[in-house]
């Protein structure tokens, strides 16, 4: 009988055995096949035979298993070391229900791609300690990611879909491949050095954005620049890259703070928002590339050495306001193929 009722828990899913930790907190333990091996579910209270969890359930242990699969729905969080050193597993699909992931649950594995869902409400800072195979990130959980998520990973793509706020420190960094990076329009900040060394060479801020840490893009090829943010556009690193060449601000930006592109040798192309009011000092200072640019009319203060102008072939400027303190460096070396600079600029 005993052998009949094990056979048919197996073509149903689960192998069934009872474990009671004590008379006060009993609990049971389900096995559950995954390809190749199996893993194991803990459940408070008891069942019997032919009783089924369908929710609560704790992995506690999976070094069984390989290559990809699905966990139960019923799994609502993952054990500290579930998987550790669990190096044959790929991909891990995770139920709409899980709620946290505990520490080391895949530390030292070699997984290769990290779909968090929206359920998901904590995820520890080692949860994927020493792991540098995760090629694909992607989350749909609001909850904040720990500090160094991912970095010294093999990342190619990451993908936030969800409502979350801040991205933490290092969160990416040193992930040389990464190439890929979509972030919702719903984060206000990004930690220091958040995708450092990265392969990004394209990068867009969301509306959202109010703020961004130190050397967040430091030491990656970035060579597009938008921007849908009201943020001042300050001494970041990445936008004094010698590889930034097309700066779009599309958002309601009112200055850009002095030294912000400097020395940014190959930038040839920046659109300006009619919201700004203020250029700073040496702002564009030896952005040799920069041969144009169209001032908005409701500018009111450029300020000293705001760009190098030898190699200028063209600055337009529609607007009636005198432009004030206009320090456009030397001027009479500007060549205006289109307009003249004097019938654009009136210079207090």
């Known amino acids: 009988m005993r052998i009949v009722l094990t056979l048919a828990l197996i073509v149903c899913g689960s192998l069934f055995s009872n474990t009671t930790a004590n008379a006060a907190d009993p609990t049971t333990d389900f096995i559950f096949p995954c390809n190749t091996g199996t893993y194991t579910v803990r459940y408070l209270g008891t069942f019997g035979p032919t009783e089924t969890p ?4 704790n992995l506690t242990s999976g070094g069984g298993c390989s290559g990809e699969f699905s966990l139960d729905t019923s799994v609502t969080s993952i054990a500290y070391i579930a998987f550790w050193t669990n190096t044959t597993i790929t991909k891990v699909i995770f139920p709409e229900g899980l709620k946290s992931i505990g520490g080391s649950a895949f530390d030292s594995t070699r997984i290769r791609e990290v ?5 998901l409400e904590t995820i520890t800072s080692s ?7 995760v090629e694909t990130f992607t989350t749909y959980s609001s909850t904040t990611l720990p500090d160094g998520f991912l970095a010294d990973n093999s990342l190619r793509s990451v993908s936030i879909f969800a409502n979350i706020e801040s991205i933490s420190n290092f969160a990416f960094a040193r992930n040389i491949y990464l190439a890929q990076l979509t972030l919702p329009n719903t984060v206000i900040s990004i930690g220091a050095n958040a995708f450092t060394n990265t392969a990004l060479k394209s990068i867009t801020f969301p509306a959202s954005l ?9 030491g990656s090829p970035v ?5 849908n943010s009201s943020m001042a556009l300050g001494s970041f690193d990445f936008l ?3 590889t930034l060449r097309n700066v779009q601000i599309l958002g309601n930006v009112e200055t850009i703070g002095s030294n912000a592109f400097d020395s940014a040798t190959a930038l040839s192309t920046v659109t300006l928002p009619a919201s700004l009011k203020t250029i700073g000092s040496e702002a564009f200072k030896n952005a040799r590339s920069l041969t144009s640019i169209t001032i908005p009319s409701g500018l009111l203060n450029i300020e000293a ?3 190098d102008i030898e190699r200028f072939t063209s600055l337009t400027y529609n607007g009636s306001r005198p432009l004030l303190r206009l320090a456009l460096k030397p001027m009479q070396k500007l060549q205006v193929k289109r307009q003249r600079l004097l019938r654009l600029c009136k210079i207090m």
């Open 54 to 57: 369908t929710t609560g359930g």
């Open 115 to 119: 779909i968090l869902p929206a359920s």
């Open 127 to 133: 949860a994927y300690l020493y792991v540098t195979s």
């Open 210 to 218: 109010q703020s961004i840490g130190a050397n967040v893009f430091l």
């Open 223 to 227: 060579e597009t620049f938008t921007t």
């Open 240 to 242: 004094k890259g010698s």
């Open 305 to 307: 050495n705001s760009f």
